[in-house]
């Protein structure tokens, strides 16, 4: 059986769609092709799992002749919008689709009213694949490594597992955490502290940098390729995080991961996926405030200019989670 997946984005959500991948190559023996992105291919990247990786830079067509080509005997949709709609209607192969709740997110966006199943997404995506007799084996996500992602620790004088790491960077504005809070949570952290995200994070991790000025901070922002960051998160002790792309990231190699929620909502399903070990995971909000969440996604900036879902998190109680 020969079966196309198909997730197009982003980080975290292409992440969260490897553990079907992995259940649909060990339980049925199929040949595993996965389409998504080009700037998101680095994350399947050296999967034992899938056999061929088709990108696309902006839209199916790009690609359609030569899927049609392969001759699919499914195609198993883990996006589920009007992009994949076309490619299954172009390829005129048997489908299945994962459940998107669209309408119960929609609910609680706008009239805050919570219709939404509380199980993970990964759970949802393991729906679109039962009628082909798969499981999940509750098993973490998967991201393998190879030895050219590797960072020279000893260049910046670290020690594998003996410094924190933190997730600089969201997609949106709304899902970062303020300097002001960050500076609170890590200033009682002894270890050292290395920050990640891209060349659009580096001046607030120069802010950090200044507000943590009587502690090791090394900024890596920009510096490094998404897989060097992964092996970051990979060795490191701990990673604070807002609801990001590295928050799935490190649980692929069981990290604890201490994550901040602003505008989104862990009852959308998409928090740290670690089926075997839910402690090696928490989960920092503001409940009870009217406004939240604003969106499934985000904002560049607050829609009610308070921002209340990050200025008011509790700082202590993050810190005493981050030093255990």
């Not at 790491?165 to 899902?175: E, I, L, P, R, S």
């Not at 609170?184 to 952290?189: D, I, P, R």
């Not at 009852?267 to 920092?284: E, R, V, W």
Request: proline letters at 5%.
């Amino acid at each position: 059986m020969k079966i196309l997946v198909v997730r197009f984005s982003s980080i975290g959500d292409v992440v969260l769609t490897t553990p079907v991948v992995r259940c649909l190559k060990e339980q049925l023996g199929s040949e595993i092709h996965y389409i998504t992105k080009q700037a998101f291919k680095p994350v399947l990247e050296q999967n034992p799992y899938i056999d061929r990786i088709i990108t696309i830079q902006k839209s199916v067509d790009e690609v359609i002749d030569l899927l049609k080509q392969e001759q699919y005997d499914y195609v198993v949709d883990l996006h589920h919008n009007v992009r994949t709609l076309r490619l299954k209607r172009a390829l005129k192969v048997k489908s299945v689709a994962f459940p998107k709740k669209n309408f119960s997110k929609l609910l609680l966006t706008t009239f805050k009213i919570n219709h939404m199943p509380k199980v993970h997404v990964v759970d949802r995506y393991f729906e679109a694949v039962q009628m082909l007799g798969v499981k999940n084996d509750r098993k973490p996500c998967d991201l393998y490594l190879s030895e050219s992602d590797s960072v020279d620790l000893k260049a910046y004088q670290l020690v594998e597992k003996q410094f924190t790491a933190v997730a600089m960077g969201a997609q949106f504005a709304t899902k970062q955490m303020p300097l002001s809070l960050m500076g609170k949570v890590l200033e009682k952290v002894e270890e050292p502290i290395v920050l990640l995200g891209g060349p659009t994070d580096s001046e607030r991790a120069v802010e950090l940098t200044v507000l943590l000025e009587n502690q090791k901070v090394i900024d890596l922002c920009g510096q490094l390729s998404l897989r060097q960051s992964a092996f970051m998160t990979k060795i490191c002790s701990k990673l604070l995080t807002g609801d990001t792309g590295l928050m799935h990231i490190a649980s692929c190699f069981e990290t604890p991961v201490i994550s901040v929620w602003g505008n989104t909502v862990p009852d959308f399903g998409m928090y740290t996926y670690a089926p075997q070990n839910p402690g090696l995971y928490s989960i920092h909000e503001v409940e009870g405030l009217s406004c939240r969440p604003c969106s499934k996604i985000g904002y560049k900036e607050c829609p009610k200019k308070h921002f209340k879902c990050m200025y008011l998190q509790d700082a202590g109680k993050i810190a005493e989670e981050l030093g255990r």
